[in-house]
């Protein structure tokens, strides 16, 4: 139990263009699910809290025009970061708290996407 | 504010000997502490969690954890290592101000030597 998905894995795009990447609770609904980012042998950095049905919380110095979030269902959120550069290469994972537990509980993470622009 | 340590960067073990990995936080309150393992361009799988109860956690795999309050350690420990432990291990603090946010620790790279 407790599985999330992200599509796609892996994403090639030029620069310019704009990335959607999805974040799926497969067998759980989650009111709230997060986005981290991840540079090459680095911790996860939270970038966006996504409340389902409201507007997501950014974090300090990430750019909500640039990093959309959509929290349309209870079991989809999407990240799609618009215009990308190649700065933006990095490794995406999204994870979600379960729907009724305990604050403080644990999150369950998505496998990842790992973008790449050029 | 809170924070996470994690002593070493990186640890190397011979297989089936003993793995430590270190992690230390501050918190003016008691907070859930959690490991999270990650291996090489997957996602993170929860390895362990403490939440107030019994100060020792048992996990997956063989691991297990030990809160110690006064310390304000939670040092993962496993009794012998296997070569697909090898992985990136992250300790994992619940954020004082918001009980759904967490913080990271920089992450031990765990090698495995054969």
């Known amino acids: 139990g407790a599985v999330v998905s992200q599509h796609p894995s892996r994403v090639i795009c030029k620069s310019g263009t704009s990335v959607k990447i999805e974040c799926r609770s497969l067998?759980?609904?989650?009111?709230?699910m997060f986005w981290y980012r991840q540079f090459p042998k680095q911790s996860l950095m939270l970038m966006a809290t996504s409340n389902e049905g409201s507007k997501a919380t950014y974090e300090q110095g990430v750019e909500k025009d640039k990093f959309l979030i959509n929290h349309a269902s209870l079991t989809l959120s999407t990240l799609t970061v618009t215009s990308a550069h190649p700065e933006d290469s990095s490794f995406y994972i999204c994870?979600?708290?379960?729907?009724?537990?305990?604050?403080?509980?644990?999150?369950?993470f998505g496998p990842g996407t790992r973008l790449t622009v050029t | 504010a809170q924070s996470v340590t994690q002593l070493d960067s990186h640890v190397s073990v011979s297989e089936g000997t003993p793995v430590l990995l270190r992690c230390n936080y501050s918190?003016?309150?008691?907070?859930?502490l959690f490991w999270y393992v990650q291996h090489p361009n997957k996602g993170l799988q929860l390895l362990l969690k403490y939440t107030s109860a019994a100060t020792l956690v048992k996990g997956i795999n063989g691991f297990e954890a030990e809160f110690k309050k006064s310390e304000t350690s939670f040092h993962l420990t496993k009794p012998s290592a296997h070569m697909s432990d090898a992985a990136e291990y992250f300790c994992?603090?619940?954020?004082?101000?918001?009980?759904?946010?967490?913080?990271f620790g920089p992450g031990t790279s765990l090698s495995v030597i054969p």
């Open positions: 918190s003016s309150y008691s907070p859930s």
């Open positions: 994870s979600a708290r379960v729907i009724g537990r305990a604050l403080g509980g644990e999150q369950y």
């Open positions: 067998d759980f609904q989650a009111t709230t």
């Open positions: 994992v603090v619940s954020e004082e101000t918001s009980y759904d946010k967490v913080i």
